[in-house]
Structures are given as structure tokens and as C-alpha cells.
């Protein structure tokens, strides 16, 4: 806008000024004096307004726990969340301006390093808090956020005062205010090796190195810019090239003013009543920035000057002041290293000849004279200002556009991160699928729930469960010793319990099964059973030759043989088993027989005669009457020792003997599946030893199949879910096991199995685990196993995702879709 003074008019002005200015006033100066005043008014309530506003507002500070496979792409990420941001709303409207006193707040983006750990941190208004996390969940979905107390306030004008603490530090502005640009990331990417040489790392490296009791606090303060910046980076390259306004007198830029503050205030009143804001540019701003076309009239000095100018005027910038902080304990402090240091973080940024970052002296410690007095009061002041972030929209600091800031603040490679402390969010976590059962939740029945955790995606925690139908499909649990399965299924255990379902729980080791009884409520105590081998006082019968069909005589002998097979798998034979196979099955159709006859069906000529006389199948038969019975006694001896030994490790300790000796078993697994009772086996090893643990445990497992099996005489709607619990359940898993897990889902039958890592099974077991079971969790796993498992979980989870989870963390998959997460 041009504006013409007319200069006749000061002939006729008297000479006494007194007498000039009422003339002036009185020929139409009072026109400019009234909407002076009332300009001034009207920013003196803006500014009152805002000011109540400022006090009232609620700003929160959020930690950044950043992930760990960040690419060299990250600053160009950040870019887009800056971008993003600096479109943030400016003014409200009418009534929320004039009245409320809104205005855009200022948000700090920051890095801090205290005592040598590393946290990223934003500080902001929480009406501005819900942008910025939305716009780093746009790149980076893995990130966590975490509200915390401002780590600033912990050190108080009083610690500064009485010497506990000491600071130093500056606030730093740029040279040229508004349109050349600083160094930026793509200056730090090698053009050949394409390697990015991380401008952060040296602050990194600085932090790192802090000891205990130092901080420092790298501060990134910024506001919307006027949206005029842009408009008057094209004036600012039409007076490079030459093509720039008149220029005005005193007056006319005093007018000028004036007239500004007017189309600045008409500008905000009529965007707020009407909608739209009223056009303000100045000649030449509209220009379109990405089509204004210089070429042609450049010379080679001015065309690097342009060229700087259209790279920063062509993204989205925002009012920035940087703020760098080194605080310490007085005993601790070093001067010096400040001054060597912390001085040169910005150095790296410098863009000579076009833009560096310079202190701002009126915000610094550093004082040149009268220091004694004038340095407690500066630092203060910094202090005050760095606790409150202080920055405000009249204040010149200069413009960042969303590159550059991108290039001072932005998360580190993964690299960097892994010789750094710095926070990181340690473990990937994905959001659960909208199916997952969640407790509370009205369209979901608690009652068929089983509760397994808490989901943490985003710090949103939800409990959640897992239906009975899904866990008929069987649930498998791996991981480390310490991890948490033993807890996890505790619990599974205890919620089952409470809500009355039936449950098995079968325990190596003794100390869950103790710490569940302690949970069972009293109306649940008449359900219990509980089973302890090294109970002498009070044995309970259990035979597994106690089937009750001989349907399952097969069965039966198949699983006893898989059980002395795995025990003994370097001493097994084809002859040893051909024997014993035969043996067992002789013992099945002769009633009232145990594992006690095993050896005795060998030496006890009348008692075998007794046994051969009762069976039924022709094969077995034609074994001992045809064919053992012609054995030569040399030949006898090699072939029925091994038998006789194995057994005899068993049959000889007292205390199994009573077990297992006894005709009839003191527990019905049938009438416990149906009846929803609670079976406890405490098979603890450290009291009945290994072998003996593992015997009775699958022999467990087999009663508890041919109890499943024999539900085939009653409707599927009419069969109760049963859940049995096995913890290290490599030490009970035999090479029948795929039987159980391939048919006991449909006799309502669920297995949930845990142990440590799968080198524990064999081949045959990994199979049936892999190809059956539809609830997999893992906890923390070696690198084979989770190479192993990765076609499990990928690609939500990788190998490395499975190495690095936490104590109490898990990836679970549940067959309902496929779905997989991290709770």
C-alpha cells in the first residue's frame, strides 16, 4: 500500500507549535488520534484477555518413549508432523478472541538428559496435546506417550539461591529473522554412500556423558506464524532481483502503521463473524509461491540468495526460539564445560552466509559487567523463563519452516539409539482387534471369559479375556524362566475357579498348586481334590488298567508306552517295546491287575497262566502261549530284564507303589469333568523325583483323555468345558500327545500348556502343538525361538520383537481371525 502526502499544507501552519498541532488536529488530525485510541484500547483488552486466558490454561507434560527401528527416514517423518502442526488454528472466533482471550499457545518440543539418561519430552496445552500425539501416531504408530510431572519444577528459585544448584544457559534466536534458511537434514546425507550423518548425535553424545546430578534441557518453544511470512519471502526476493516499492517518509510509514494495525484487527473480526478472513497481503505477496519463475532476471550473486529463500518460504514454518539449559549441583557443576560444550550444540546448523543461530543477550547467564549483581538476577530469569517455556506471538524470534525443524529435533536411527540411553518404548506393542472379549464391555458375557491381561497399545488399557469356544481350540504358552507364565497361569486358573468351571492343574513343581488353594472360595472347598505323591500318610489309589471299556485297552497301552519310551528313549528297543506292548495288553482284559503285574506276569509262572487263560484277543494270546512260552531261558533273560529294570525303578519305592498298586482308582475323571470339579496333582519333583514326576503325569493325561473319549455317549450340548492346566508340560508330552490335542476339543476337553522353549519337545509333540493348538502366547524367547515361532506371529511381530519383550509382557494370538497383539 502506497500512501501520498500532500506537503501544501504545512505552509499554513503557524509557527507557534502549540498553535500547529491544535490546527493539525482541528483539519482532520483527530480522525487519526481517535482511531489511535481506540486501536490501542482495543489491544490493551486483547492483551488483558489473553493474558487471563494464559493463566488459566492447563499444560501437560508428555514423555516420548520413542520405537526402536527407527530408519535414516525419521527427520523427514518429523517434517510431516511439523507440517502438520503449523496449521494449527490461530484464533477462535468472536466471542472466544474479544472475550475468552484466546490465542494459539506456545508448544515445546524438547530433549532432556538427566544424569545421563535421555527422554524426549512435549510440553503443551492440552487442547494442542490430542494434535501432536494424533500427528506422531501418523509416523510413528509404535510410540508411547506417558504424562509426567514436569522434571523443570524440581529445581526451585530457592535451590538457585541457596547454592544447590547452579545454572547456565541462553535462548537462541536467528540472525535474519524471517526468510533464509539454516543448515538442514539434507545436508547431512553423504550424496554417494547415502548415509545419513545424524546432526543429534553430538547432543546425544553430550547427554550421555552428563554424570549424576547435571541436566541439561534442550528446548524448542513454537507458535503459528503469521500467516503473511510466505507472502513477504517473495517481496523480500522482488528487492534482491530488483523489483521493490517506493519507500515512504517518517510520516508516511507512522500512517502506515496505523493502517496496518487496522487491517490486522478488521482481519481477525471479520474471519470471526463471517468465516473467511479478509485479504491483508501487501503488494506483490500474491504471488503464488510455487509458481513465482525468476529466471531471467538473476545474476549470479543474487541467484544463491533466491534460491535460499524459495527453499524456505515453500513449507509450512512457525515462530521457534530455541532455549539450552545446563543445570547442575553445585559440586558438580562445570563452567567450563558449559562454555566448551553446551555453547556449540547450534554450531552444526549455521548456514553462512544465509542463517545462524545467535544468542539472544537479553535471555543469557552471561554477563560482562557488574557480574556479581547482575548474574544471580539473569539466571533467575532464564531459570523462570525455561520452567514456564516462556515465549509469546510478539515475539521476533524468527521462522522455522517444518524442514529445518525437523533437522534440530527429531527421534534418532536405531543406531544412535543403541549407544545412547535414551527412552525408548523397549517392546512393539499393536492394537487388539475390536472381536477381542473385553471385560466390562455390554455386549460381552463375563461369564464365559477367561480374563488373560491388559492390553498397553497407546497406554490404553482395556482388560481382556478369552472366550471358552476359543480356548477349545487349546492354548500353548512359551517363554523364558521369570517371564511370567507361571502367573499368568495362576490367574487363568483362579478366575476359572471363581467363576465355576471345572479345571485340572497339573504342577512339576509344586508351589501353584499351593498358592491356588489358597484362592479357592468356600462354596468351592467340597469340589476340591487334591492329589500329592509324597502324601505316604494317605495314598491315592490311581490305576491306570482302571478304564472301565475295553475299548480303550489300546489306547491305554499306547499311552503307557509312549510315557516308558520317552523316560527311557536311549535304552528303547523294538523288542522291548514288542514285549511290553503284549504284556500290557494281557494285563488290560485280566480284571483287577495294576503296573505291579508288569514284572510279575515275567517270574510267576501260575499267576501268567492265570492272566493268558482270561484273554479274549487271538493275537495276544498266540504271544504267550506260542510264542513265549517256546522262548529259551537265555534268550528270556535279555529280553525281559530291560523290562524288569525299568519297571522295578518305579515299583520300588514305597511310597509310588501304594499308588500305583492299589486295583482301584480313587479318582473319577469322568464324574470331575462332568461334575465341574477342581483337580490339583502336585507332582513336585524336588519331592518324588523326575522320572516318577513324569509318569504319573502322563499317565494323568492319558485318565484324563480316555475320560474325554468316554463322553461320546452323551449329546455335545450336554458335555461341560473342562480346563487342564500343565505347567512344563515338556516333562509330561509324550509322542501320543497328538492324539489329546487333536480330539479332545470336541469332547469339550482344553488343554493349556506352558514350558520354556521348544528344544524341550519332540518332533512329533512340535508338530501337534503347531498344527493343533489355536491360542498361542509367547513371552520373552532365545533368537531360535523366536526364528522358530516367527511364522506365528509375523507380521505383527518379528524375531526381534520377540526377544525384547518385558517380564509380564506378551504376544498372544487368538484363532478368531488370526487376530495378534501385545498386552
Known amino acids: 500500500m502506497e500512501v501520498y502526502i500532500d506537503y501544501t499544507f504545512w505552509s499554513h501552519l503557524s509557527s507557534n507549535p502549540f498553535t500547529a498541532v491544535w490546527q493539525i488536529f482541528t483539519g482532520g488530525g483527530w480522525v487519526v488520534a481517535v482511531i489511535f485510541f481506540v486501536l490501542l484500547s482495543m489491544r ?121 544448584y547452579d545454572i547456565w544457559g541462553a535462548e537462541y534466536v536467528l540472525e535474519q529473522k524471517l526468510h533464509f534458511p539454516i543448515r538442514t537434514y539434507p545436508y547431512f546425507e553423504h550424496i554417494f554412500a547415502k548415509q545419513f550423518a545424524d546432526p543429534l548425535t553430538a547432543v546425544f553424545e553430550t547427554m550421555n556423558d552428563l554424570k549424576s546430578g547435571e541436566q541439561l534441557w534442550f528446548q524448542i518453544g513454537i507458535l503459528p506464524a503469521d500467516p503473511s511470512w510466505q507472502a513477504q519471502g517473495v517481496q523480500k526476493i522482488q528487492e534482491i532481483i530488483g523489483e521493490g516499492g517506493k519507500k515512504m517518509g517518517i510520516l508516511g510509514r507512522l500512517v502506515g502503521v496505523v493502517a496496518g494495525e487496522a487491517k490486522q484487527i478488521l482481519s481477525e473480526t471479520g474471519k470471526q463473524s463471517l468465516g473467511t478472513e479478509i485479504p491483508v497481503l501487501n503488494s506483490g505477496a500474491n504471488v503464488a509461491l510455487g509458481q513465482a519463475n525468476f529466471q531471467g532476471m538473476l545474476t549470479p550473486d543474487k541467484e544463491p540468495l533466491v534460491a535460499a529463500i524459495q527453499s524456505k518460504i515453500s513449507r509450512p514454518g512457525v515462530s521457534a526460539r530455541v532455549r539450552i ?210 502324601d505316604t500318610d494317605y495314598p491315592i489309589g490311581f490305576n491306570l488298567f482302571d478304564a472301565g471299556d475295553v475299548k480303550h485297552r489300546y489306547l491305554i497301552s499306547s499311552a503307557i508306552i509312549s510315557i516308558f519310551k520317552k523316560i527311557w528313549a536311549d535304552s528303547w528297543g523294538p523288542r522291548l517295546e514288542y514285549i511290553l506292548r503284549n504284556s500290557l495288553l494281557a494285563l488290560l482284559e485280566s480284571p483287577g491287575n495294576t503296573l505291579l503285574g508288569i514284572p510279575r506276569l515275567f517270574v510267576d509262572k501260575d499267576y501268567r497262566n492265570k492272566v493268558v487263560n482270561q484273554i479274549q484277543d487271538p493275537v495276544v494270546k498266540s504271544f504267550w502261549v506260542k510264542e513265549y512260552a517256546r522262548y529259551q531261558d537265555k534268550f528270556l533273560v535279555g529280553a525281559v530284564s530291560p523290562i524288569q529294570n525299568k519297571i522295578g525303578q518305579f515299583t520300588s519305592i514305597a511310597t509310588i507303589r501304594n499308588i500305583i498298586g492299589q486295583t482301584k482308582s480313587r479318582i473319577d475323571f469322568r464324574e470331575a469333568m462332568d461334575m465341574k470339579k477342581i483337580l490339583l496333582f502336585n507332582l513336585s519333583k524336588g519331592l518324588i523325583g523326575e522320572d516318577v514326576s513324569s509318569l504319573l503325569g502322563a499317565m494323568i493325561l492319558s485318565k484324563l483323555q480316555i475320560a474325554a473319549m468316554s463322553r461320546a455317549d452323551i449329546p455335545e450340548e450336554a458335555r461341560t468345558d473342562f480346563f487342564t492346566y500343565i505347567d512344563e508340560f515338556q516333562n509330561f508330552s509324550t509322542d501320543s500327545f497328538a492324539n489329546i490335542l487333536s480330539e479332545a476339543r470336541k469332547y469339550k476337553l482344553s488343554l493349556i500348556m506352558a514350558h520354556q522353549y521348544v528344544g524341550q519337545l519332540s518332533e512329533e509333540v512340535q508338530k501337534a502343538i503347531f498344527g493343533n493348538v489355536g491360542t498361542s502366547i509367547c513371552f520373552r524367547v532365545g533368537a531360535e525361538d523366536a526364528e522358530f515361532l516367527r511364522p506365528e506371529f509375523e507380521p505383527e511381530f518379528l524375531v526381534a520383537d520377540l526377544v525384547a519383550l518385558g517380564q509380564f509382557e506378551i504376544a498372544i494370538k487368538i484363532e478368531q481371525k488370526l487376530n495378534k497383539w501385545l498386552a
Open 325 to 534: 539449559v545446563y543445570a547442575a549441583k553445585t559440586e558438580v557443576f562445570s563452567q567450563a564445560r558449559a562454555y566448551a560444550e553446551f555453547q556449540g550444540i547450534l554450531k552444526q546448523f549455521d548456514n553462512k552466509p544465509f542463517n545462524v543461530f545467535v544468542i539472544d543477550k537479553g535471555y543469557c547467564t552471561a554477563v560482562n559487567y557488574f557480574k556479581k549483581l547482575r548474574e544471580p538476577a539473569k539466571k533467575r530469569a532464564l531459570l523462570e523463563r525455561a520452567v514456564h517455556r516462556a515465549f509469546c506471538a510478539s515475539d521476533r524470534s524468527g521462522i522455522l519452516n517444518a524442514e529445518e525443524l525437523a533437522t534440530i529435533w527429531h527421534f534418532p536411527m536405531n543406531m544412535v539409539q543403541k549407544v545412547h540411553d535414551i527412552a525408548d518404548v523397549g517392546t512393539k506393542k499393536v492394537k487388539a482387534s475390536h472381536r477381542v472379549p473385553r471385560i466390562g464391555a455390554v455386549a460381552v458375557n463375563a461369564g464365559d471369559i477367561t480374563v488373560i491381561g491388559q492390553t498397553n497399545f497407546r497406554n490404553e488399557k482395556i482388560q481382556f479375556g478369552i472366550r471358552n469356544a476359543d480356548r477349545r481350540r487349546h492354548i500353548y504358552l512359551i517363554g523364558k524362566t521369570g517371564m511370567g507364565k507361571t502367573t499368568l497361569l495362576e490367574n487363568m486358573v483362579i478366575s476359572d475357579i471363581v467363576r465355576g468351571e471345572g479345571i485340572a492343574l497339573i504342577d512339576p513343581h509344586g508351589d501353584l498348586v499351593e498358592r491356588v488353594i489358597d484362592f479357592i472360595p468356600n462354596h468351592r472347598i467340597n469340589d476340591v481334590l487334591y492329589f500329592s505323591p509324597s
Open 44 to 164: 490493551l483488552w486483547l492483551f488483558w484477555r489473553r493474558s487471563v486466558y494464559a493463566k488459566k490454561a492447563k499444560f501437560r507434560v508428555i514423555a516420548i518413549d520413542i520405537p526402536t527401528d527407527i530408519e535414516p527416514s525419521g527427520p523427514k517423518r518429523v517434517e510431516n508432523i511439523f507440517a502438520q502442526l503449523s496449521s494449527a488454528p490461530r484464533t477462535g472466533n468472536l466471542w472466544e478472541t474479544w472475550w475468552q482471550g484466546f490465542h494459539p499457545l506456545p508448544a515445546s518440543f524438547e530433549v532432556v538428559g538427566i544424569d545421563g539418561f535421555i527422554q524426549f519430552i512435549v510440553r503443551a496445552d492440552e487442547s494442542l496435546i490430542k494434535l501432536i500425539e494424533t500427528s506422531i501416531y501418523a509416523q510413528y504408530s509404535s510410540v508411547e506417550f506417558t504424562e509426567i510431572d514436569d522434571y523443570a519444577t524440581r529445581i526451585s528459585m530457592g535451590d538457585l539461591d541457596n547454592g544447590v
